[in-house]
């Protein structure tokens, strides 16, 4: 069972450009997350779906975007990175809010 | 915003016993997650309290006081395996989880 995957595994990427993180998981959870993960800053919640065709915001939005077309997969877009976008990605999912959350193995970006 | 704070960092001998403290302050509580993540991994589900008390699963025991914002996880017959650091997470009232910045374990021989 893969559980919860995520693309690329790293990126290095131009500021200016733009790009996408892929996450699909096979567990036909309802809610799926995007963390980033900083040095000392521990997890931040970028943004959420509570369910397909549903997206919401977390506590740093700027700068990304998402879409939910299925239950599967929820990428994740930045549309015109900047260094401050250089980070560890995590993916997770959950069947419910209160449940615990799967994550996925994460995406390392560096934008220079 | 939500205010989640733990030790930067513990060590401890191999065999010995480890608590890492957890302290809350958020706007509503739904419960207390605790994860494990390895350098370079990604965090894996330890366990969860939403009630006071303590939880326990085999070498790791969780603990939580609602009326105190606090909570604890302790890891007993430390290996080297564990050495990782260790979230503490709590839901809101808006249920997104928020995280603490995370506690480094080392474990030495």
């Known amino acids: 069972t893969a559980g919860i995957t995520q693309a690329p595994t790293s990126q290095i990427l131009a500021a200016g450009r733009s790009m996408t993180l892929r996450c699909t998981q096979d567990?036909?959870?309802?809610?799926m997350y995007w963390y980033r993960q900083d040095l000392g800053l521990g997890l931040r919640l970028i943004h959420y779906?509570?369910?397909?065709?549903?997206?919401g915001k977390g506590e740093v939005p700027d700068g990304y975007s998402v879409s939910r077309a299925n239950t599967d997969d929820f990428p994740l877009t930045l549309a015109s990175a900047v260094p401050s976008q250089t980070s560890v990605y995590f993916c997770?999912?959950?069947?419910?809010?209160?449940?615990?959350?799967?994550f996925g193995p994460g995406t390392r970006l560096t934008v220079l | 915003g939500q205010n989640i704070d733990q030790p930067t960092e513990m060590t401890a001998t191999e065999g010995a016993i480890v608590q890492i403290n957890c302290t809350y302050q958020?706007?509503?509580?739904?419960?207390l997650f605790w994860y494990q993540q390895h350098a370079g991994e990604a965090p894996t589900f330890l366990s969860y309290?939403?009630?006071?008390g303590l939880e326990e699963k085999g070498r790791f025991s969780s603990f939580l006081s609602r009326s105190k914002g606090y909570s604890y996880l302790l890891l007993k017959e430390l290996q080297m395996k564990d050495s990782a650091s260790y979230l503490c997470?709590?839901?809101?009232?808006?249920?997104?989880?928020?995280f603490g910045a995370g506690t480094t374990v080392t474990v030495r021989a």
């Open positions: 958020t706007s509503g509580f739904n419960g």
């Open positions: 567990m036909r959870h309802n809610a």
């Open positions: 779906s509570n369910t397909a065709g549903t997206t």
């Open positions: 997470a709590v839901l809101p009232n808006d249920y997104k989880l928020s």
């Open positions: 309290n939403v009630l006071d």
């Open positions: 997770a999912s959950s069947d419910e809010e209160v449940n615990e959350q799967f």
